[in-house]
């Protein structure tokens, strides 16, 4: 089973969701850390990293020996990344999407491809738990592409739990895209509301089933929840402000050493999740 | 004209909140939310909107079954496995690069212009504001970011206003990018977390990347004062500008359920104090 964590709005405590809820369980488990131009999960996690992987897209070089300035690859491609001017051809290898078409179409076959650097993937453990984080490199644009290649290091048949990036924009779909349960983390202020819409919207767009975990849930007000009540989201949890949470957040401990009695809070949670999964599967077969 | 840009790299530090408060403050000025993913900026400036216009970005491939003669060619060209094996695109995998429209040897492949998203200029009771709101699950939000931070400038140009205020988006990525190109300043809210910390680190080598001169602001202060003293040696290490501390102070959250800035409710608040200090030594810095 895949779970991926969102919100919407940010810091509303989808790290915190994510670690503890990945410590907490006696399954098998990987946590892949998808905001990869803010990863944060290790802070807590604070993983033995044994492998470092760079990560590269690729993007067009071209041959002058070989080009006849015909201006297909100028014409083909979407996104500026390569122009013809005068009497040479400039590739843009930061505007590059990777999607090949220069090379396709030069018809004097003057176009290879050689790698432009996304970030890293950090592959570690702590106990039990696989631990994975991809970081995009300083300057980078595109955060998709790092985030597949994280998800590809899911393994079937263990639990995997993924750290989705705010908003909900392409990362975030790309965070969440074919993933078994979309667990919402928000906060009942006004921010914390409109941005879940949002994220609900993402949801249903992919159709995958949802709950909420509301944060600091006695700030604010109720619209929240009335809100997940008329779509009919579950709330499947619900953490009040307690300014000991925050601290012990701050120092980057995790909230279920720092107060023992939410491992079974999370536990419970799982469940929960399990049983919505598994009811849905059965009412899909 | 000036133009700060606050964003903070982690979300939920409060950079939205701030920004609401320097709205009360500010004067001569065009706010413009460029956190066009998840724009909450209206959510306290309450705007009428003025005009009103659609943001076309980005074009995806759409697969006429009557022409297609399921040749494979689209299939084996595609990288992002966006077309299923009975030849549908799935709209939300294409990355618009139309490699598939230009070799389909049927013709049979469509690359419509995409609507993804809309952009207005309007009035509110700080002065005019530019924002925007990008579709749901859709791509494009760098051009969006530039082009609502354009619009901003020209509004400010209009008016004879001389500073552009600029939510910018959390993260480092394309839209945070797009943010930063020929801003005067960015100021980073920050927050007293070892995240907090991480991500403001991230975000400020961002800032000296594109060569854009930051400041860094600390809020929540007291919930950690280590780490804020962690935060501030790092901005006096890279030469960042330290504006100051905030303290948590509920009426944040308290003003913003009642769509309120600080000084709206609450002028006399410990978070107000420190937010108007921050201001004062801020306009003296952009020079407006």
Known sequence: ????????????????????????????????DCDVEEPNAHLFIQPVIEKTETVTTPVPEVDMEKCTLCKKCNEICQFKAIVVIG???????????????????????????????????????????????????????????????????TRPGVLTIIDAPPGTSCPVIASMKDTDFVLLVTEPTPFGLHDLKLAIGAVNILGIPHGLIINRSDLGDDRVREYAKSQGVPVLMEIPFDRKI???????????????????????????????????????? | MKE?????????????????????????????????????????????????????????????????????????????????????????????????????PEEAIDFPLNTCGEWFISDTRFGPMAHASLGIAEENSGKLVTLIRQEGRKLAEEKG????????????????????????????????????????????????????????????????????????????????????????DPVFTKAMVQGKTIFEYDDQSEGARAVKKIWGDLIQKLGV
């Open chain 1, 1 to 32: 089973m895949i779970i991926s964590i969102a919100s919407g709005k940010g810091g509303t405590g989808k790290t915190t969701v994510a670690t503890n809820l990945a410590v907490s369980l006696d399954d098998q488990v990987q946590l892949l």
């Open chain 1, 87 to 153: 009497e040479t051809v400039l590739p843009f290898h930061e505007l590059c999407h990777s999607c090949g078409g220069c090379m396709e179409v030069c018809p004097a076959g003057a176009i290879t491809e050689v790698g432009r650097e996304l970030g890293v993937i950090e592959i570690g453990h702590r106990n039990g738990l696989e631990f994975i984080n991809g970081k995009l490199r300083i300057g980078e644009a595109m955060s998709p592409p790092l985030i597949r290649k994280v998800r590809e290091k």
């Open chain 1, 246 to 285: 925050a601290e012990s957040y701050s120092k980057g401990e995790m909230l279920v050493e720092s107060m023992p009695e939410w491992k079974g809070k999370f536990r419970a949670l799982y469940h929960q999740i399990e049983d919505i999964v598994s009811h849905r599967k059965r009412g899909e077969a």
């Open chain 2, 4 to 104: 700060l840009v606050v964003i903070s790299g982690k979300g939920g530090t409060g950079k939205t909140s701030i920004l609401a408060a320097f709205a009360s403050l500010a004067k001569n000025k065009v706010l413009c939310d460029a956190d066009v993913d998840a724009a909450d900026l209206h959510l306290i400036t309450d705007p009428s909107i003025k005009e009103r216009h659609d943001f076309d970005s980005g074009h995806t491939a759409i697969i006429n079954q009557d022409k297609c003669t399921q040749c494979g060619r689209c299939r084996e060209l595609c990288r992002w496995n966006a077309i299923s094996e009975d030849f549908v695109v799935d709209p939300i995998a294409c990355e618009g690069c139309g490699v598939c429209y230009y070799f389909c």
């Open chain 2, 161 to 248: 206003l001389d500073l552009l205020i600029t939510d910018g988006p959390p993260g480092i990525g394309c839209p945070v990018i797009a943010s930063l190109g020929g801003a005067t300043s960015v100021l980073i809210v920050s927050e007293p977390t070892v995240s907090g910390r991480h991500d403001m680190e991230r975000v400020s080598e961002l800032a000296a990347f594109f060569k854009v001169p930051a400041m860094v602001c600390v809020n929540k202060f007291d919930l950690n004062v280590e780490e804020t003293q962690r935060i501030e040696d790092f901005a006096r290490q890279r030469d960042i500008q330290l504006m100051g501390r905030v303290p948590f």
